[in-house]
DNA sequence: TCTGGGGTCCTAGGACCC
DNA sequence: TCTGGGGTCCTAGGACCC
């Protein structure tokens, strides 16, 4: 088998690239990407957090993640600018097909980033580092933003390589260079070394990527079972997953949550919250012609404790009062009354709504797939508020929550 | 004016069965 | 008289990614 040719793009600070383009293009004096700025969401609504940060902002120690409160200490002029995910996704369409010219296996890995199978794609387009530069020259002049590509011969490794130079950067991690140029990088920068597993790593005294590397694969198993085996073959460079084109039908579940402005603290809020969040579950589950069996409820109290309850029905549904109704006695069962912050409906177990297979029908439950249909099509149609509960009218909660734009590319963390 | 939202996978512990 | 063990399914919680 010949070795693979995988590219790796990544979009340099994504939404705050986005936003600085769009804003130059209409008009704007400054490039937001030359000064410290952000993308932050209302702090107001308790959304305020730093989803991306200029290079600049970098410079001031700003973290994704960190609250606005905390980013504005760190750096008080620092202009933040609210997130506009319609603008991201047709920037992420846009890249997805200028690079679909180069190859036909695309896998979309979020709203920023790509993995291309490039494997003997070079009699279309010569070497490898050739065609990286001419797609980055590309998106830069074309779309106005830079990308930093990574080229391997697997996608763990091209996606450390896009790391290693940003932003604007093409960079190769061939395995016989990951000694020079990944071993000694900290450990927590290697893919699915996230905060725990840095604290337990640096507690067993493997600092870099390169002492994690060789350390003995059994003692990481022991310690952190099959993660620690995972991220061993990572320091090493082994990973040999497909480029695979994403598929909707692999799609695992649905979840859509909410982060109250307010505390709730009485089960009609918080029954409205959840029948909002379960409307846009409902709109997603039947737009993909799913029904789930599983079905859960999340919530996060005012001091950020997570209780979760979940249950498997024996039948999948896709309606929404039928779903909201085991949503209801799930979380009656679960609540007891403390201050909620944060409300989350799931599901899961999917499979295909196509009941006259199944035969699971009942007169009853034809009849609310009905009005389903019905309001589907109305929000389709006339969008999405063009149909609401009068329940919400002046409630001062959101009758549809939870939730991002339709087909928002948030895909998986593993490779 | 303090801490988002949407995903996937793994593990521990309990229930249940043979 | 003095407490099997293996397998599977289920749930809650936690890890990771962007």
Redesign the pocket.
Known sequence: MPKQVIFHIDVNSAYLSWEAAYRLQHGAKIDLRNVPSAVG?D??T????I?AKSIPAKKFKIK??E???SA?QKCPTMIIVPPNYELYMKCSNALLKLLKEYSPKIQR?????CFMDMTKMDKFWGPPLKVAYEIKERIKKELGFTVSIGISTCKLLA?MASELKKPDGVTTLFLEEIEEKMWPLPVEDL????????KKLHSYGIHTIGALAQTDPRFLQNRL???GLLIWNYANGRENSPVRENVAF??????????IAFDIDNLKEAKMVLLSLVE?IGG?LRKGGWAAR?I?VTFKTS??R???????FSTPVDCTNIIYQRVEELFSE?WNGEHL??L?V?V?ELCTNDFTQLSLFNWNQERLRKLDKTVDRIRKKYGAKALIRSSFLHSGISPLS???IEDYP?M???L
């Open positions: 969401g702090s107001a308790r959304h305020g957090i989803l994704t993640g609250t606005l409160f504005r890995f979020s709203v920023d980033e996606k893919f699915m070394v996230g905060p725990a597993t840095t079972k099959s993660h692999e799609i695992k579940g649905i979840g859509n949550s909410t982060t846009t997603r599983l859960a001091d950020f997570v209780i979760s309850h979940q249950r498997k679960c912050r944060h989350g799931k899961g939870g939730g991002i948030l998986s963390s593993i």
